[in-house]
């Protein structure tokens, strides 16, 4: 009998195809990702939704998701308005449309 992790487990390939969507970019802040130095997030938290689809993963440089852990969407964007003295704060996957919001929009209805 296996007794399943409650945490993410995100393959190799998983993040392959992550970071190519996102052109290995930072899907928060647009920086270029270099090497091995980034972070997979789950857009809405694993803690919340422990769904590891790709359109609820996303590449981030190490500082985004520092900041990010498990904080929602708008709970995050809040504190990039604030650290960019900016009224909103477009995150770069929103610029480049390379989430499908319709899939993001799902899990963040059903996981509040
Ligand atoms: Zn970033």
Redesign the pocket.
């Known amino acids: 009998m296996t007794i399943r992790a409650k945490r993410a487990r995100v393959s190799f390939r998983q993040r392959e195809v992550v970071l190519d969507m996102h052109g290995r970019k930072?899907?928060?802040?647009?920086?270029d990702i270099i090497g091995k130095n980034y972070h997979i997030d789950h857009i809405v938290p694993f803690s919340k939704c422990e769904e590891n689809d790709v359109y609820n993963l996303v590449p981030?440089?190490v500082?985004?998701?520092m900041i990010k852990k498990d904080k929602s969407l708008e709970e995050f964007r809040q504190i990039m308005c604030k650290k960019a003295g900016m009224k909103d704060y477009v995150f770069?996957f929103e610029k480049t449309n390379k989430v499908d919001v319709s899939v993001l929009s799902y899990y963040q209805a059903i996981y509040k």
């Open positions: 930072c899907a928060y802040c647009g920086i981030t440089c500082s985004c998701n770069e």
